[in-house]
């Protein structure tokens, strides 16, 4: 009688084990590239911008602010965003942690096809985010939404809800305005897009916007910026009078 109630024991105890979710893997952060890829992003935009992300991954200064992390480790997840039924994940979460991972990681990024459509979604791409944060399976110290545009919200539900929503889950919004060398800045509403940014779109803990333009390249922006990022840090950099809003989040060139 003993042996057919030990193997119902051992086939309980495995059925738990089972069932028993995979502990999260810790890293320092958990961090969603979200890029513009509507409409307003022709195919060499959408390559070169591709390439900045690439490049700054396996930047000397991004795998070193990457090993001074307590785990020394961060995990990734690259997507683009278009209209408000267009969000898209180009690379799906991967650990980076020294210079084969970032490779790997950059390889995989500027080789996958285009897949976002339309004009605009903001707050479509920052609740798809969220969604991903909330459903890995890595336990960051930090968890950092990065959205990069070139233009305003303009489909989908309240920019102000969707960034209200994952401020208040603990993630950070950080933002990088793209605005074409040579070209004036755009003025969305009366207000410059970075300040669009700034006002509708960052929020949380130490979150800042950054502008690629003429005085800083695209590459350089999204280097520094996710230097900043993995550090928990706000820029240092100076910033124009202009640019000095009265919540003390900075915009930085």
Known sequence: MRQPRLAAVIAALAAL????????????VELVLAADGSGSIDNDELAFQRRGYAEAVMSTEVLNAIRDGIHGSIAVAYIEWGGPASQHTIVDWMVIRDEASASAFAEALVTRPRAAWGYN???????????????????????????SGDGPNIG???????????????????GLVIQRPGGQPRIV??????????????GGPASFVMVADENVSFADAVRRKMVLE???????????AADAQPDGIPTVR
């Open 17 to 28: 084990l089972i069932a028993a979710p995979a502990a999260a893997e810790p890293v320092d």
């Open 121 to 147: 979604s903001i707050s479509a791409a920052i609740d798809y985010s969220v969604h991903k944060l909330e459903t890995n399976a890595y336990e960051g110290i930090r968890r950092v939404i990065d959205v």
């Open 230 to 240: 993995i550090a928990g840090r706000l820029p240092d950099a100076p910033t124009r």
């Open 156 to 174: 989908g539900r309240s920019i102000h809800a969707a960034r209200d929503d994952a401020v208040a889950k603990g993630i950070v919004i950080n």
């Open 189 to 202: 509403g009366g207000r410059p897009l970075s300040l669009v940014y700034e006002q509708d779109v960052i």
